[in-house]
């Protein structure tokens, strides 16, 4: 019980990312959500941002996603 409860604790927090700045090519807007993710022990997010992400049909919509996931800084 206590493992699941740290769980949901751990998927709560999300990590920084830096997005502003940098190249605003959606596929690099992606990499770098994807990598932050997985920086921080989040590798099944990662692969789930980044099959949403693929999926989205437009850049506001990746955007928008990468705020379900990242704090963008």
Request: aromatic share 6%; glycine share 6%; hydrophobic share 35%.
């Amino acid at each position: 019980m206590e493992q699941s409860k740290e769980q949901s604790i751990v998927k709560m927090l999300k990590p920084e990312c830096e997005l502003l700045g940098h190249d605003g090519n959606v596929f690099n807007v992606i990499g770098r959500v994807v990598r932050a993710l997985e920086k921080n022990g989040l590798k099944q997010e990662a692969v789930e941002f980044r099959q949403k992400a693929l999926k989205s049909t437009s850049y506001d919509e990746v955007i928008k996603l990468c705020f379900d996931y990242v704090d963008v800084c």
